[in-house]
């Protein structure tokens, strides 16, 4: 599906683009961005940012997190078989803390509520990534369940929070 831009207050959300490459290495290549990620590896480097460009950004929804024209970090719907569509998200360390992930978040929440209103979203986190748990609650999403995950990074399963955005009454 083709995205479309999205300006926020302090963000524009766009296409990533290989000139983002370096960037984009330079930030996910951090041991504490990756983590706590499904399908960040780490550590990271051009042949994952390869993969990044042909697989993900070519097949799914995704969205460069751009702050003063310096790309920042990821955020994207991904559908599942079920047709619900899961939100996932990363940001660099420098940018953590600032509120840019729930900024972007809620523009592309808005824009897929737009765009595939009939879509059930849902999202989650690992246990351990507080700050995402609380961005999330945030958002309106309410835990679910729980569940065991695979984390790229650290190569082995972990429980898993699976969130639901709760439906607008």
């Known amino acids: 599906m083709q995205i479309s831009s999205i300006t926020t207050d302090r963000l524009v959300l766009r ?3 290989l ?7 330079l930030l996910a290549n951090d041991w504490e961005v990756a983590k706590y990620l499904a399908r960040l590896p780490h550590p990271y480097g051009l042949e994952d940012a390869d993969f990044f460009f042909t697989e993900v950004v070519e097949k799914e929804m995704t969205w460069a997190l ?4 310096k790309f920042i970090g990821t955020i994207g719907l991904v559908r ?3 047709s619900s569509l899961e939100l996932g998200y990363w940001i660099g360390r420098p940018y953590w803390g600032k509120g840019y992930v729930t900024e972007a978040a809620r523009a592309v929440l808005q824009w ?3 765009v595939l209103p009939d879509s059930r979203i849902v999202s989650g986190c690992f246990i351990g990534n507080d700050a ?3 961005i999330l609650e945030k958002l309106g999403f309410v835990e679910t369940g729980r569940s065991s995950r695979f984390a790229l990074a650290q190569v082995k399963d972990l429980e898993h929070r699976d969130m639901m955005l709760r439906s607008e009454e």
């Open 80 to 82: 599942h078989h079920d």
């Open 15 to 17: 296409k990533p683009q």
């Open 19 to 25: 000139s983002d490459s370096e960037q984009l290495i």
């Open 112 to 114: 897929a509520q737009t």
């Open 132 to 134: 995402s748990y609380k």
């Open 66 to 69: 751009i702050l003063d024209d």
